[in-house]
């Protein structure tokens, strides 16, 4: 069996200030991990995925993520936050035994105040 | 140059209305789902097929039938429409269903039953 927590349902953050998004897991097996982002009446757009490759994950729009075995997590983090980046992020994990089943957290809403 | 197409993108209806949803990719994957989003931004897979196969089937009302003509298409039909079944239907597409490949989405149609 699988699971993510996203830990925060809310950040704001101001314009040009760090970004720190938290998503722990479960998994049975090797997970492969996902963010997305949901912008306002727009689909879900890939940030970046961690495969079991390295465990420092680079994505678009300078986010970037860790895998840490040992505590379960894949945070998100970007240096300097956007306005553009007001949107919604999603954590997923999938694995082996839950074959085509992406898990998703919950959602985290990110508000960027100028 | 849409990778992951939906129609319509509004849809508002009576309840008890018979309804239907279009999704199209041009990605090549083998792999197509349908999740729906509540308001609370929470995404819930419903179904999934691979090579036009259904492969997962949630708890889903039967009202919900899907249907796949090929490996590029996968409809939606609902019947009897409810006030519950009011949420967006996002339609999305992977490659092999496989943990690697992440997902991608449609923009969403918004279904609003009155």
């Known amino acids: 069996a699988q699971s993510v927590t996203q830990l925060d349902s809310h950040v704001s953050v101001s314009e040009g200030t760090p970004v720190l998004l938290r998503c722990n897991y479960s998994?049975?097996?090797?997970?492969?991990l996902f963010w997305y982002v949901q912008h306002p009446n727009k689909g879900l757009q890939l940030l970046l995925k961690?495969?079991?490759?390295?465990?420092l994950v680079k994505g678009i729009n300078g986010f970037e993520a860790e895998f840490k075995k040992s505590e379960t997590s894949f945070h998100l983090t970007k240096p300097s936050a956007h306005m553009s980046d007001a949107a919604e992020y999603f954590c997923?994990?999938?694995?082996?035994?839950?074959?085509?089943?992406?898990?998703f957290g919950a959602g985290t809403q990110v508000v960027v105040t100028p | 140059d849409t990778a992951v197409s939906q129609t319509p993108k509004y849809l508002v209806t009576q309840m008890g209305n018979d309804k239907s949803i279009k999704c199209e990719q041009n990605?090549?994957?083998?792999?197509m789902y349908w999740y729906k989003q509540d308001s609370k931004k929470f995404l819930k897979i419903m179904f999934s097929?691979?090579?036009?196969?259904?492969?997962i089937n949630e708890t889903v009302p039967n009202r919900f039938s899907p249907k796949s003509p090929d490996k590029a298409h996968l409809n939606l039909h609902i019947n009897s429409l409810e006030l519950g079944d009011s949420a967006v239907y996002f339609c999305?597409?992977?490659?092999?269903?496989?943990?690697?490949?992440?997902?991608?989405f449609g923009d969403g149609t918004r279904l609003s039953i009155l």
């Open positions: 998994s049975s097996y090797s997970p492969s």
């Open positions: 999305a597409s992977s490659q092999g269903g496989s943990l690697n490949q992440p997902q991608h």
């Open positions: 097929y691979n090579n036009k196969e259904l492969i």
């Open positions: 997923v994990v999938s694995s082996t035994d839950s074959w085509g089943k992406f898990q």
């Open positions: 990605l090549g994957h083998d792999t």
């Open positions: 961690y495969t079991s490759a390295a465990t």
